[in-house]
């Protein structure tokens, strides 16, 4: 099993929403959403139009886990919701594949790969990316690891650190300013 990592580069990020923009806005949004709410990708394709349709908050239960998570809808996420949702029918999936059925796993991470090989990403990309790129970006702007591992459910700060990727940027970082 290959372990994918997060989109450490900003720069990327701004690159992967340029050309997701002209492409999709269902394929924008999913990418967004996973980015600043650090959801798995099935409790994503799990949201109904009625979760986010004139909403300050998702409220959800955890597929994975079985925990129930409240968050509120940022500032990115919240115009994007009205645009998408303008018009749709309450209880239909938020994200339908071209057959008009809720999307699936697998479509999703077609779409995440395949974006991020035009934006020039080489490393092992999947669904997980996207949490995992919240997580780092999360830690890298408050330094809170006990409030990311409580966002993730995870029983560890050591486990959330490792999930994230930030142990190895550590040692990498250390391996390359150690020199005798």
Same mark, same amino acid.
């Given at each position: 099993m290959n372990i994918v990592e997060p989109i450490r580069r900003k720069k990327d990020l701004k690159k992967i929403e340029s050309i997701l923009? +002209?492409? #999709?806005?269902?394929?924008?949004?999913l990418f967004t959403i996973g980015t600043n709410c650090g959801?798995?990708?099935s409790d994503i394709l799990n949201l109904d139009v009625r979760d986010v349709q004139n909403k300050d908050y998702i409220s959800i239960t955890e597929k994975k886990t079985g925990k129930y998570k409240r968050f509120p809808i940022n500032s990115k996420l919240k115009p994007m919701f009205a645009q998408f $949702?303008? *018009?749709? +029918?309450?209880d239909e999936p938020l994200f339908l594949s071209v057959f008009n059925n809720r999307m699936e796993r697998t479509q999703c @991470?077609?779409?995440i790969n395949d974006i991020c090989r035009k934006a020039g990403i080489d490393y092992n990309i999947g669904t997980h990316t996207l949490r995992k790129t919240f997580g780092y970006h999360h830690y890298r +702007?408050?330094?809170?690891i006990v409030v990311l591992q409580k966002i993730f459910n995870h @029983? #560890?700060?050591?486990? $959330?650190?490792? @999930?994230? *990727?930030?142990?190895q940027d550590i040692i990498d970082n250390s391996y390359n300013n150690f020199i005798l």
């Open positions: 923009r +002209k492409q #999709s806005l269902r394929d924008l949004l959801l798995r990708i $949702t303008q *018009g749709r +029918k309450a @991470y077609r779409i +702007k408050f330094k809170d @029983y #560890s700060p050591q486990v $959330t650190l490792r @999930y994230i *990727g930030i142990d």
